[in-house]
């Protein structure tokens, strides 16, 4: 259907999707704001911090390129870091390909650029649930474009707020508990315990590295290591079912 969005059923999944993302409001204002007030206080001027909000919508690649930014590391080196934050989106795109084949490229590519953690997770717990339920663009939609609203306003109330927001406040600590829903439970499985305890202790044994290179190779080796178990594990239950 060239204009779905005609359809009541899909506008009623549509809505759906907006309902379910609800629950997640605080989290994504809080993280929003306190990357607002980051692109700020890390010496971004309002017109630019607007425009990196805008254009980048990547609160981790915007909070990990900021300080590379700030001291004027070589541009690669902030590229390479705000690309390798954000792998994650690679295999996000994978997971969610065979669910969403069908759709046409323009409509994939609206998907993909409003689309973030928590829609995915929530996404592919449904899927799980369900299998190929009808009309999940609109779902996923719904759940995507509640989540990018509710992050550009917070993000645009932190950067228009950044200058009457004390340090002291310590907004980043904040920011970090938000994303714990994501977190923990990512950690229950193997590949997921495996990547965040080799990203974690990569980050640790490098955090007085220059540019920030700990937390880039905590990232690359975290996901190596998190594919490398999955590899392993699929194998296994393979093995197990032949």
Not at 191 to 208: D, E, F, K, R, S
């Amino acid at each position: 259907m060239r204009r779905p969005w005609l359809d009541p059923d899909w506008r009623a999944e549509f809505r759906s999707g907006v309902r379910d993302m609800l629950p997640a409001f605080p989290g994504i204002f809080a993280w929003g704001l306190v990357t607002g007030v980051a692109m700020v206080k890390g010496g971004l001027s309002v017109p630019m911090a607007l425009l990196m909000t805008l254009v980048a919508y990547a609160g981790s690649a915007q909070l990990a390129s900021l300080p590379l930014i700030a001291t004027s590391a070589p541009i690669w080196i902030i590229a390479v870091t705000a690309l390798a934050t954000n792998m994650r989106f690679v295999i996000y795109a994978a997971a969610l390909r065979r669910w969403l084949l069908e759709y046409s490229p323009r409509r994939l590519s609206a998907l993909g650029y409003i689309s973030g953690d928590f829609s995915f997770v929530l996404f592919m717990n449904r899927v799980a649930r369900e299998g190929a339920f009808p009309h999940r663009d609109a779902w996923l939609f719904g759940l995507a474009l509640l989540n990018w609203l509710v992050w550009q306003v917070a993000s645009i109330v932190g950067i228009v707020a950044g200058a009457f927001i004390p340090a002291q406040w310590g907004l980043e600590f904040a920011g970090t508990l938000a994303l714990l829903a994501l977190a923990v439970p990512s950690c229950a499985t193997r590949p997921g315990a495996t990547g965040a305890l080799v990203a974690g202790l990569m980050a640790l044994a490098g955090q007085h590295w220059p540019y920030k290179l700990g937390l880039l190779s905590g990232v690359v080796l975290g996901i190596t290591a998190a594919m490398i178990v999955d590899g392993l594990v699929e194998s296994t239950d393979g093995e197990r079912r032949s």
